[in-house]
């Protein structure tokens, strides 16, 4: 009797136990970046990611928040902690990509971050940026003193060479030959583009990753095609380069087209 009291106490201390999670305490200083998001059928889309200064997290730990909109208005609470998730390499941003809502002009942006922040910014739009101001608060940086809309006329991406056969590296160089044939190089101004970095001589940089390591090479063009030129011109190249070098385009209207 005594042995089955002792057991059923043990079950039950069990049953009540909390399970240990991994919860850590967010840091007390984030990068701010407006992203403007390209759908498929042109509309835009705008985004505030926050993200850690240092690169010391998993690639799939992200911040909890919550989000509350109002007229041209939004609160964003970041909560005190996350749950970390294990894994070998420590290397990537802590961070999270938050939908605002739709504004006219000017939108009011308030962020807690966890019980020590407090922020109000503003968020201004003109006809080719964003512009966020910190007007109080402490513990946002702005990544980019302001984000330039993608142009409507643009393509922009990168082509690499399949296989190690050198002559395919020529053909990289043809397939940029011909979209220079049928676009315009232009010279956007230096800043950031959500999708690209154009730096000093005109130096266009992606802000995602390819996904694969090797050689390739970077670009944009403004054109002068309507929907369906720029249709036929893709389709005519990818029958032209097939197996020979793998692309993958993006434009202002949202059209994409890839090698695979």
Known sequence: MRNSLILLGFLV????TKPEENFVKIPSEFYATL???ILENGNRELYLELSSI?????QS???VYEITSGDNAVQIKIFDSYKANDCIQKVFELKSRIALPSFSDTLNISIELGDA??????LHETPKEYVLDIVEGQGLQLKYPWTFKVPQNLVWGYVYPIGSDPTNEIMLQNFIKDLEFDCYTNWLPKGYY???IIKENNQVFLTYNPGFAGTYRNFYYTHKWNDTEME???KNISTKYSNLVGYNVISGNGY???SH
């Open 13 to 16: 201390m069990m049953g009540c």
């Open 35 to 37: 992203q403007e998001e």
């Open 54 to 58: 240092n690169s010391a997290y998993c």
């Open 61 to 63: 730990d992200s911040l």
């Open 117 to 122: 922040s407090h922020i109000k910014a503003l």
């Open 194 to 196: 959500s999708y690209f």
């Open 232 to 234: 036929n011109f893709f």
């Open 256 to 258: 994409r087209f890839s």
